[in-house]
């Protein structure tokens, strides 16, 4: 019997890194799962492969999140294929490595777009559906979202937004009556394609020594949060963040 055995999750950023590994682990533990990515070549082709192991459990549907009407159709799709919506994971994100000086205002506008409006949209497209039966919406922050990095101050802004709308979200739906718990997951340094695009492979190495653990943390290790966090097995569990750090930001 599987985790997520009869629940149907739509995963933002799903055709890449932390959303890719997630939209895999959770169809291994019995979802059935939307892919939504605006890489759309990119998602079709991740859906076909995991369509040979899991059938007709995974689908793909081209969204841009920070567009309302193809959020509308998202949810449309994804209820007149798999009937409910009881998980939402926003992955999708977008990361902007300059400080103040070097950065530009349409790169804040762009990182808020994206990593705050994107998931704000989500949630209140999936909570009119949620709202009727519960559900359960993790939002993919960030350690940057913890603590301010200096060298990437559109992005920490972003996440740092997105930790408190998360919490905003959790007790308004809690206090509803909705039985809908949302929650952020905060990773460290991970290697997926957008940390190899902020750092060569030297520089990803280094991370390690910023680390207490001492080493860089696995997808593995953020989607077990995710599918922890998506199931039954966390019912008690709302308007939390956890740290997937290695310790980073327990302290020096
Ligand atoms: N890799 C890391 O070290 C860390 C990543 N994160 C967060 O995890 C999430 C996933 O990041 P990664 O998997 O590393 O990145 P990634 O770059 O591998 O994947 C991001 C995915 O989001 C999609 N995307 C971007 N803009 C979109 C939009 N407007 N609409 C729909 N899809 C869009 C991309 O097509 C891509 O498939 C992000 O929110 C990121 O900020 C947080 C902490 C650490
Ligand atoms: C820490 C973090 O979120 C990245 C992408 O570096």
Redesign the pocket.
Known sequence: MGRLDSKVAII?????????HAVSMMLAEGAKVVI????DD?GRKVCDELSRQFQDKVHFVK????DERMWQQTIDETISKFDQIDILVN?????ISKNIEAMSLEDLRKSLA??VE?PYLGMKAVIEVMKSHGGSIIN?????GVVGLSQAMP?STS?GALRLMTKSVAVYCAKQGYNIRVNTV??????????E?VYNDEQIEGLKTLIPLGKLGTMADVSQAIVYLSSDESSFITGVDINIDGGVNAGK
């Open positions: 933002t950023g799903g055709a890449s890194g932390l959303g890719k939504a990515d605006l890489n990119l969204l841009d999140v920070t992955s999708a994100g977008i990361s994206i990593n994107g993919i922050g960030s350690m940057a992005y996440k905060n990773p460290a340094y991970i290697r997926t394609p957008m940390l695009g």
